[in-house]
């Protein structure tokens, strides 16, 4: 109870503070979520057209999905410097993954009768893509957007450790001068964040694939 007491009491002594950082958590995930959906999207649908290569292109994504943040971090520094970049390469790099299976799968586990009767009537490639298997795996990668989206909130919270903003900040200050309330201060800020943003993507995954059935 001292701890909740704590907690809140610096919400309304710092709330100015806190909501300069939740924005500034909110625009480096929003970069690295723009970033890494767009090339994991496109991965997706390419591996899905040409087969043979989806071994070799999900054996990179498994291998950058299983290096620990915190390295992922340590090892770019040399390249890109300390600051939001780095963050948001790292980021964009571990939500790849999720955005390529989940866009894999969707796209090659669909009804092949449908599909066969979208070319018997007459559909080119890219309009059976666009039109039919695009809309019909949409639940399933927005499974993957779901993922991705929540696991990218969530890891931004150490983008503090090499100088980003966000609400890591505030864990990583609580952290070095021992001060318990506020890096729970932090780490529930960064929780909501997350399970309002996993609730909205499950109403819009279910209404997909609803409409995808």
Not at 5 to 15: C, D, H, N, S, V
Not at 51 to 67: D, E, K, Q, W
Not at 100 to 105: G, I, K, P, Q, S
């Amino acid at each position: 109870m001292e701890l909740l007491r704590e907690i809140f009491t610096l919400y309304g002594e710092r709330a100015d503070w806190f909501g300069e950082l939740l924005l500034a958590h909110m625009g480096l995930a929003l970069a690295a979520i723009a970033m890494s959906g767009t090339i994991g999207l496109l991965a997706g649908i390419w591996i899905a057209q040409h087969p043979r290569f989806a071994p070799p292109v999900m054996g990179v994504c498994n291998v950058l999905y299983t290096i620990p943040a915190i390295s992922l971090l340590g090892i770019l520094i040399p390249f890109t410097g300390i600051g939001n970049r780095t963050a948001v390469i790292a980021l964009t790099l571990y939500g790849i993954m999720p955005m390529v299976r989940n866009t894999y799968v969707g796209l090659t586990s669909l009804d092949p009768d449908i599909l066969e009767a979208a070319e018997g009537m007459g559909s080119t490639r890219m309009q059976a893509l666009f039109r039919v298997k695009l809309p019909m795996a949409a639940g399933v990668i927005l499974a993957g957007v779901r993922n991705m989206v929540v696991m990218t909130i969530s890891v931004a919270g150490i983008a503090s450790f090499v100088g980003a903003g966000g609400l890591g900040v505030a864990i990583y200050r609580g952290i070095t001068i021992y001060n318990p309330a506020m890096t729970a201060a932090g780490s529930i800020l960064i929780a909501l964040l997350a399970i309002v943003c996993d609730l909205a993507l499950g109403a819009l995954e279910r209404y997909f694939k609803k409409r995808g059935s």
